[in-house]
C-alpha cells in the first residue's frame, strides 16, 4: 500500500511539474520570444536544458514541508485526542491535496495565459489544508501578511527598475543621432551589468542551498569574482561591438537601430536562460516539497518540519518541467511576451536584467517577492517607458485579477480535496503510517 500511495503521489508530483513548466519557466523565456530574438521551438529546447539543469544539478537539498512556514507541523501533533498515526495520515492526505490542488489552478490559469506563482499556488492550498485540518489557529497569518504584501512589492519593483533601465537605453543608445557609435560606447556597460547579475544571481539565488558547503565561496570571494567576470564582460564586448559596428554609424538611422537591436539579442537570450536556471535551482524542489513530504512520512510514520529531497524527485520534477514547457508553454509565453507590449530586444534586456537584480536584492533582504509577478512587472515598467498606450490594459487586468483570486482559489480547492481523501483514505493511510 505505502508502493502504491507514493506512485500516486509522484504522479501528482508529475502533472505539478508540468504545470510549473507551462506557466512558471514560459514566463522566463517570454522576452526573449517576444522581442524574436528566439522561436519557441529553440526557446523551449533552451529553457529545458536550463531549468532541468537547475533542477537536477544544483536542486535544493531541504525544503521546508509546509511551504516557507505558512502551517507548522506542531498544529498536528498537539490536536487534541489524535495519534502521531493519525497526524501523519492527515499530514500526508494535506499535502497531497495542496499538490493536487496547486497544479489545477496552474493548469487552469495556463489554459487562460495567465502568468501565477507557483509559489502562492502551494502557500495557499497549504492554508487551505491547515485550516481544514487543524483551524484558523494552524495558519501563521504573518506570514500570509508578507505573502499579500508581495502581490505589491515584486511587481512594482521590477516594473520601477525597468522603466529606469529602459530610459537609460532609450535615451543614451536609441535615442543618439547615430545610435551605432552610442552602442559601442554604453552598451558594454549593460553587458557588464547583466554578467554581473546573471553571476550573482546563481550564486545567491541558484546556489544559495549548496554555498554553505563550499568553504571558500564567501560573499566577499563572489563579491571578487562577480566584478572580475564583469570586467572581462565589458572589456570583451566593447571590443566585439567596435569590430562588428566599425564604419556602421555613416549608415542611416533606421539601419542603425537594426544594427542595435541586433546586439540586444545575444543578450536577452543569456538573461532568460540564467531566470530559467535560477528558477529551476530555486523553485523546483519547493514546488515538489509536498512530494518529498509525503515520501518522508511514509517512510518513518513521523511529522517533520524539514526532510531531503531525494534525487529522483528532483529528476521527476525536471522531467515534468520539460514536459510542461513543451506541451502547454507557449499560451504564457505569448500572453507575457506578446500580448501586454510590444517586445523588442533591447525592450527585452532591460526586462530581464531589472527582474534578475530585483530577485537579487529582494532576496538577500529576506522579502517575499515572486519571481513571476517581478518579471510581468518589469515588461509593464518598459511598456508605461513608452507612454500608457503601450500596455494593453485588458491584458494586465487579467493577471492581476488572477494574481489576486490564487491564495483564496487554491486554498479553497485544497479544503474540498482533503475533506475528500480524509473521508476516503484517513484509515487506510493511519495503518500505513503506523507500521
Request: include cysteine; hydrophobic fraction near 55%; charged fraction near 10%.
Amino acid at each position: 500500500m505505502e508502493t502504491i500511495v507514493i506512485g500516486v503521489t509522484a504522479l501528482l508530483g508529475l502533472y505539478m511539474a508540468w504545470n510549473i513548466g507551462a506557466n512558471d519557466v514560459a514566463n522566463s523565456m517570454a522576452d526573449a520570444v517576444g522581442s524574436r530574438a528566439l522561436s519557441v521551438k529553440n526557446a523551449v529546447i533552451l529553457a529545458g536544458i536550463c531549468e532541468f539543469a537547475g533542477a537536477v544539478l544544483v536542486g535544493a537539498p531541504v525544503t521546508d514541508t509546509v511551504r516557507k512556514g505558512i502551517v507548522s507541523p506542531d498544529a498536528f501533533l498537539s490536536m487534541p485526542g489524535i495519534t502521531p498515526e493519525q497526524a501523519a495520515a492527515l499530514f500526508v492526505i494535506g499535502m497531497t491535496a495542496a499538490l493536487l490542488s496547486a497544479a489545477i489552478w496552474l493548469n487552469v490559469s495556463s489554459f487562460m495565459g495567465l502568468p501565477v506563482s507557483t509559489t502562492h499556488s502551494i502557500v495557499g492550498a497549504v492554508a487551505g489544508f491547515g485550516i481544514a485540518a487543524a483551524g484558523w489557529g494552524s495558519v501563521q497569518w504573518g506570514k500570509m501578511t508578507q505573502i499579500v504584501l508581495s502581490w505589491f512589492v515584486s511587481p512594482v519593483a521590477g516594473g520601477i527598475m525597468a522603466y529606469f533601465v529602459f530610459k537609460f537605453i532609450s535615451k543614451a543608445i536609441l535615442g543618439q543621432e547615430r545610435p551605432v557609435k552610442a552602442a559601442v560606447q554604453y552598451a558594454p556597460f549593460l553587458v557588464s551589468a547583466v554578467t554581473a547579475s546573471v553571476v550573482l544571481a546563481t550564486i545567491y539565488k541558484g546556489l544559495k542551498h549548496v554555498i554553505g558547503h563550499i568553504s571558500w565561496l564567501t560573499p566577499q570571494v563572489s563579491i571578487y569574482i562577480t566584478i572580475l567576470l564583469s570586467a572581462i564582460a565589458w572589456g570583451v564586448s566593447r571590443w566585439w561591438l567596435k569590430t562588428r559596428l566599425n564604419g556602421k554609424e555613416k549608415l542611416p538611422v533606421d539601419q542603425q537601430l537594426d544594427l542595435v537591436e541586433q546586439v540586444f539579442v545575444p543578450l536577452v537570450i543569456i538573461t532568460s536562460c540564467s531566470v530559467a536556471f535560477a528558477h529551476g535551482a530555486n523553485d523546483v524542489a519547493n514546488s515538489v516539497g509536498p512530494l518529498a513530504a509525503v515520501v518522508r512520512v511514509l517512510q518513518t510514520g513521523q511529522v517533520l518540519q524539514k526532510v531531503g529531497v531525494p534525487f529522483w524527485v528532483l529528476v521527476l520534477g525536471g522531467s515534468g518541467i520539460v514536459l510542461g514547457l513543451a506541451t502547454f508553454g507557449y499560451r504564457v509565453m505569448y500572453t507575457v511576451g506578446m500580448k501586454i507590449t510590444e517586445i523588442t530586444p533591447s525592450r527585452g534586456v532591460a526586462a530581464d536584467l531589472a527582474a534578475t537584480a530585483t530577485v537579487l536584492v529582494c532576496t538577500r533582504l529576506k522579502l517575499p517577492i515572486s519571481t513571476t509577478h517581478t518579471l510581468v512587472g518589469a515588461i509593464l515598467g518598459i511598456g508605461l517607458a513608452r507612454g500608457l498606450a503601450g500596455i494593453n490594459k485588458d491584458v494586465a487586468k487579467r493577471i492581476f485579477g488572477a494574481w489576486f483570486i490564487t491564495v483564496p482559489a487554491a486554498g479553497i480547492l485544497c479544503v474540498f480535496l482533503f475533506y475528500i481523501g480524509k473521508m476516503w483514505f484517513m484509515d487506510v493511510l493511519t495503518e500505513v503510517c503506523s507500521k
